[in-house]
């Protein structure tokens, strides 16, 4: 009988041990699916917040080819030279013929081909946000949230608008390229398709890259659109 009730007490000792055993397993894999859960929410939180910045550099940057502020209006200069465009080497020229001269200013700039956030069309490396080196030289030339435009940036909003320090934040830079309509080459890769007649005065569309780093390291937002500037007929 007492070895019956040794071996008996030896089994649920040995049970035990298993259930315990099972039991740290399974806490080990809810925290670490938890810690995964926490990782992945956080990811696409900051993703979203990225991509909401690289958003709202694209309007701003609409505003600034446009001569707007974010309302619809006429921009106002301010004290800062730079908003409206007041002062500084490049503008958005009104006349064809002010073309060859703007695109030679920008071509002779150190670097990129671009100042303040105006550039020539790219001709090399397209995807220059892959490439730290010339993503830094691109950078010196971008442009802020509202830097141009005095859109302004509240209290509570994006915190990747607001960010300034090198490598950090958002960035707007606006290609000028002559616009072609018997090509059509900028509207469609299709060479049967008619030419979209757009009523351009000058005949340039703008390209507009906005890329947006998010708060945490290795989250990259990188948006284009293009905007045609077309005149309402009389």
């Known amino acids: 009988m007492t070895f019956a009730r040794q071996r008996q007490r030896g089994v649920s000792l040995l ?13 080990v894999w809810a925290s670490k699916t938890a810690l995964l859960n926490e990782l992945i929410v956080g990811n696409d939180a900051d993703y979203q917040r990225a991509f909401e910045a690289a958003q709202a ?9 446009l001569g707007q502020n974010i309302d619809g209006s006429t921009c106002v200069p301010t004290s800062d030279a730079k908003v409206c465009r007041t002062a500084g080497n490049v503008w958005f020229i009104g006349e064809e013929k002010d073309f ?12 990129v081909p671009c100042l303040d956030a105006i550039c020539a069309k790219r001709t090399g ?9 010339l993503l830094v030289k691109m950078r010196a030339q971008g442009a802020r949230y509202g830097m141009y435009t005095g859109a302004q940036k509240g209290s509570y909003s994006n915190p990747i608008l607001q960010a300034t320090a090198d490598g950090a934040g958002a960035w707007y830079w606006i290609e000028v390229m002559p616009y072609a309509s018997s090509a059509g080459a900028l509207i469609t890769n299709n060479p049967r398709a008619e030419p979209l007649m757009l009523n351009l005065k000058p005949a340039l569309v703008y390209r507009i890259t906005a890329i947006a780093q998010g708060l945490k390291s290795g989250t990259q937002v990188v948006l284009q659109s293009t905007l045609a500037r077309q005149k309402i007929k009389d």
């Not at 550099?57 to 080819?65: G, P, R, S, V």
């Not at 060859?100 to 670097?111: K, Q």
């Not at 490396?125 to 080196?133: A, G, I, P, S």
């Open 57 to 65: 550099m694209l309007q701003d940057a609409e505003q600034d080819i």
């Open 125 to 133: 490396k397209q995807d220059f946000w892959n490439d730290k080196e």
């Open 15 to 27: 049970i035990v041990i298993v259930v315990v055993l099972l039991t740290m397993l399974m806490t």
């Open 100 to 111: 060859v001269a703007l695109l030679a200013t920008l071509e002779a700039a150190p670097n």
